[in-house]
């Protein structure tokens, strides 16, 4: 199984709501990664958890806030979120270190904010 | 500091003709390479990788790129287009974030291949 799964696959909130988007991974992998990309723009990253702790925040604003349960899983919570913050939202997971380094992607969760 | 550049932002090309799709990369480490396919509204999805050895890499859907060190280039390469090719294809170069094991994918701007019939 080489899948990384995302849910949902389109979300429409309100600026005063609280979502959250799941991401779930069953290779093994010990490294997840939440991504941000805006249209016809490449793949920011935003987070980086290992071995379920977080590693990475690439200054991120508070309104968005990963967890990580277990090993397998992935959050993101949403809670305040403007219009800019619009954006497709994807998962990752990769091995850490070695040289097998493939990072796979979840197909995504498409965020509006109205 | 690692960096990949993709100077084309779009490439039309006929179907069943070749294309080539460019990538530079700096780098002042190990360089490990690779290419990422974006199909309307997906993910991404990884057409192959260069992380070491021999430097024609060959990947999935009959693409392939050459890794050229002097050149500092990881160009990708497909003989005879298709319709269903036409999509956004990244770049990427594997950096190590602050020095220890956890990674992360500096991507290039993305090319945009729109294949004509």
């Known amino acids: 199984d080489t899948e990384v799964t995302q849910t949902p696959k389109h979300l429409v909130m309100g600026m005063t709501n609280k979502k959250s988007l799941k991401c779930e991974q069953h290779?093994?992998?010990?490294?997840m990664y939440w991504y941000k990309q805006k249209a016809k723009k490449p793949p920011e990253l935003m987070f980086v958890y290992s071995y379920e702790k977080l590693s990475i925040n690439e200054s991120v604003p508070s309104r968005f806030s990963p967890e990580c349960p277990n090993s397998s899983l992935l959050n993101l919570h949403l809670h305040a979120l403007q219009p800019e913050d619009s954006a497709l939202y994807l998962c990752a997971s990769s091995q850490e270190g070695g040289a097998n380094t493939e990072a796979f992607f979840g197909q995504g969760t498409r965020l509006t904010v109205v | 500091a690692q960096s990949v550049t993709q100077l084309d932002s779009q490439v039309p090309v006929f179907e069943e003709a070749p294309v080539e799709l460019r990538c530079n990369y700096s780098s002042s480490v190990s360089v490990y390479l690779f290419w990422y396919v974006q199909y309307p509204n997906q993910g991404l999805q990884l057409l192959l990788k260069?992380?070491?050895?021999?430097?024609l890499v060959k990947g999935i859907n009959g693409f392939e790129a050459e890794f050229n060190k002097s050149q500092t280039s990881f160009h990708l390469r497909k003989p005879s287009v298709h319709i269903s090719d036409t999509a956004e294809y990244f770049c990427a170069v594997r950096a190590p974030l602050y020095g220890g094991a956890t990674n992360k994918l500096i991507f290039g701007t993305g090319t945009l291949l729109a294949v004509q019939p």
């Open positions: 290779m093994g992998h010990r490294a």
């Open positions: 260069y992380l070491s050895g021999s430097t």
